[in-house]
């Protein structure tokens, strides 16, 4: 909602309705629907089948009062003053809710009052086309109406909406007003935090994306949120999405924001965090609909009063959102998803812009938002999106969903499952990649989930768990198979006794992000690791006129001493060789300065390897290790040994729960070993990644290995130095830290401390 001028507010057909006309259950039981693309290839069937003088996509729009509703009516046939609603469905139709059923007619109204006011009808006739997928049929229901009673009807909506835009107006017109005049929240910006912060008010006032490089201890969340908070009201940004990887993050934004809200009471700030139904769910037990959940029954009855409360009471809070979704009855992870429409900032994970089905991108999109999007820890977006972006499919899982189908799916499954075992005995190879995802598999499979799709529309009873998971894989792997490229590759892996696994491998997810970031008005993504710039911008698919900055570190290289340990190396096959030295270094280190370490390894073997032998050799050294598999509470068992009068080291697994997004100052942690360059292991996957970046990009080795090892590296050794008073040490173990071309990717204020080569012992750095 937006505009200006005498109309002050701008609302589509489809919101207006869905504010004003929703009512009874919430429903989220799982029924097939059509795609997008389906429901344009509906569309255009229907179109096609109209007589030669037919209207599509009528643009039409009208005023009231200080509201202009606008919109695109699907089709409109003059000979017969007939205007068209059209929604595509599959199975029957005695199936949709009423209340679906409801919010249709509706839109169809709001469309015939538009069209008799922009052509002067007296009257029209009214129709929703309900268009059947599966066998392209349609069902038509009519209505006749007089232009005045659908007016009347018009303005009843429009007021019903004005009351609540009304208020809406208000709240914006103060929140701008208060952003204009906020003060930075400390006494003075920490050194490397202005430029920060510049550099993204830059942005936002030019539309542009930013990526910037920003060492810890500077503030990059207050530095990337007031910017951007201070541009708001001068650049009309409508909303905030603070996305972070992790919880952790979002933390670190909230508590942020709270800072900011501190120095400035009473800021009219509307910010919302969105969490995972499962994590906020009231009632587990039980499915999302009305006849089995209380909080979904009478859902969209209740959500204007709790919608109003939350309002009211200007506080977006999870706690708070939770007390008034409790006290009207409805669900707080839902009534969380409708205010995301009237909030100023919303913190989320990636997946809630990025992913395929993105709810905020979705919202952006169909409201024309004017967004500005920051993403925190940038350097975890590339891994994050290409999981986004690919499809795996297990043969055993194949198997485990036709021993639980119902008869009619057994043979749609057989079909896949021949058609899989043809493309098992072209080749016996352990992996190998397909030029492009094989025509006949694929076929099947999208035949599969069609007949899947059918017998659940008219047998709506829950999915046997196995047949679901299957089901949804299939669906995923065949849509991506429909947008395959050189952004990824088609693959199929036979491990030793066991049936084999295909899979989409997103490899560059740029294609798929690049609209993300073209829908928003700016962004600006931030981390410690960002270099080299290139290798984001391309996979991340960044537009070309992205700016990039490498923020000064605060730090100095007297707070952290930094050594090379050329002398042993942690190649996999100098592995065993390398115990002791490394047991050894660790025991002297502790020895000289007591106190809390962490040390860092490539895998949990290793690292069981290190340990062991450390406590054979160095039995008074008190250590511990990350476990595989640990939950958040052993997670923080084991954080909870770094106290500021601590003794002990941490062993850790290098990229793992304790290489990044951990705050540990001061004497909580003095030093990190880190006896690994970070780079992914070399197998058959990532030769292949190696070779599509080399395709790509021309730097193969690069993309694939060195640069995200060595922003590990980094990550990992960032966990010492955390303020301005810290000092603590680093070890580098490997020879090849030494080379110019790992060094260059190191952060520029290290000091490098480059130790005595034993193969050379009159050489030092």
């Known amino acids: 909602m937006g505009g200006a001028g005498p109309l002050s507010y701008v609302v589509a057909v489809r919101a207006l309705c869905e504010f004003t006309a929703r009512e009874g259950d919430l429903d989220l039981r799982f029924t097939p629907s059509p795609s997008a693309r389906d429901g344009i290839a509906g569309h255009a069937l229907v179109a096609g089948r109209r007589g030669p003088g037919y209207e599509s996509e009528v643009s039409l729009s009208a005023a009231h009062g200080a509201l202009q509703v606008r919109g695109r009516a699907d089709g409109y046939d003059p000979l017969q003053n007939l205007l068209e609603e059209v929604k595509t469905h599959r199975g029957e139709l005695a199936a949709m809710p009423a209340n679906q059923r409801q919010l249709h007619w509706a839109q169809a109204r709001v469309y015939g009052h538009l069209l008799c006011l922009a052509r002067g009808l007296a009257e029209v006739e009214l129709a929703l086309v309900y268009f059947e997928l599966g066998a392209e049929t349609e069902t038509v229901l009519r209505e006749h109406w ?55 008010f830059k942005a936002n006032s030019a539309g542009r994306c930013v990526l910037a490089q920003a060492p810890t201890g500077i503030g990059k969340t207050v530095g990337a949120l007031f910017p951007t908070l201070k541009a708001a009201p001068r650049h009309g940004l409508d909303k905030v999405f603070f996305l972070a990887a992790k919880t952790p993050g979002r933390q670190l934004a909230l508590d942020a924001l709270a800072t900011i809200a501190d120095s400035a009471p009473g800021l009219p700030l509307r910010v919302l965090e969105l969490v995972a139904r499962d994590k906020v769910c009231e009632h587990p037990d039980k499915a999302c609909h009305g006849q089995s959940c209380p909080l979904a029954r009478g859902f969209y009855d209740r959500l204007p009063a709790a919608r109003e409360a ?47 089905g993105a709810m905020l991108y979705a919202l952006t999109a169909a409201r024309q938002w004017r967004v500005s999007v920051l993403v925190d820890e940038a350097h975890n977006l590339v891994a994050r999106a290409r999981k986004m972006y690919s499809a795996e499919l297990d043969r055993d899982a194949l198997r485990a969903a036709g021993a639980g189908a119902p008869a009619p799916l057994k043979k749609a499954l057989t079909r896949v499952a021949r058609a899989w075992g043809a493309l098992e005995r072209e080749s016996g190879a352990a992996y ?38 299957f089901y949804f894989d299939a669906l995923q792997m065949a849509r991506l198979a429909e947008s395959f490229g050189p952004h990824s590759l088609f693959d199929i892996t036979r491990p030793g006794g066991g049936g084999s696994r295909l899979c989409v491998r997103n490899i560059v ?58 002398d042993i190396s942690t190649r ?42 450390c406590a054979a050799r160095h039995p008074a050294l008190p250590l511990f ?38 705050d540990l100052p001061g004497a909580r942690l003095i030093g990190a070993f880190i006896a690994t360059l970070g780079l992914p292991q070399i197998n058959a996957v990532n030769e292949q990644v190696r070779q599509r970046m080399q395709a790509s990009f021309g730097a193969g080795y690069d993309y694939t290995y060195l640069y995200p090892g060595i922003q590990k590296v980094v990550q990992a050794a960032g966990r010492v130095i955390r303020t301005g008073q810290d000092v603590g040490v680093v070890y580098l173990i490997d020879d090849r830290f030494a080379r110019p071309e790992v060094r260059q990717l190191l952060p520029r204020w290290w000091r490098l401390d480059i130790d005595i080569d034993i193969d050379n012992p009159g050489v030092t750095g």
């Open 432 to 469: 190998e990649v397909l030029p492009e995802p094989p025509a006949r598999l694929l076929a099947e499979l999208q035949g599969a989930t069609s007949t899947i799709t059918d017998f659940l529309v008219t047998n709506p009873a829950p999915m046997e768990p196995a047949l679901q998971r």
């Open 146 to 200: 007089r232009a005045e009673a659908l007016a009347a009807l018009f303005a009843q909506q429009c007021e019903r909406f004005l009351a609540w835009a009304g208020q809406e107006a208000r709240h914006r017109s103060a929140r701008d007003a208060a952003l204009a005049t906020l003060a930075f929240p400390h006494a003075a910006f920490k050194p490397g935090q202005r430029a920060l912060a510049e550099t993204i």
């Open 572 to 613: 996999f096959q100098h592995r065993d060789d390398s115990l002791a030295p490394i047991a050894d270094l660790i025991a002297r280190q502790y020895a000289k300065q007591p106190g809390n370490y962490l040390a860092f390894f490539s895998s949990f073997d290793y690292l069981e390897q290190v340990a062991a032998t």
């Open 625 to 662: 290790r990350q476990e595989r598999a640990m939950d958040e509470a052993r997670r923080a068992q084991f954080l909870a040994r770094f106290t500021p009068d601590g003794r002990g080291v941490g062993f850790a697994v290098l990229g793992g729960a304790f290489g990044e997004g951990i």
């Open 310 to 356: 939350v309002a009211a009471q200007g506080a977006f809070a999870r706690g708070q959102m939770r007390e008034v979704a409790l006290a009207h009855q409805v669900c707080p992870y839902y009534l969380a998803s409708e205010m995301a429409l009237w909030s100023d900032l919303v913190v989320a994970d990636y997946n809630y812009y990025f992913d395929r």
């Open 509 to 566: 997810p740029a294609p798929f992000l690049a609209p993300r970031f073209a829908a928003a008005h700016a962004s600006a993504l931030f981390s410690a690791t960002l270099s080299p710039w290139h290798y984001y911008s391309d996979s991340l698919g960044l537009p070309l006129d992205t700016v990039w900055i490498d923020v000064e570190s605060p730090f100095d290289a007297g707070q952290l001493a930094v050594h090379v340990v050329r």
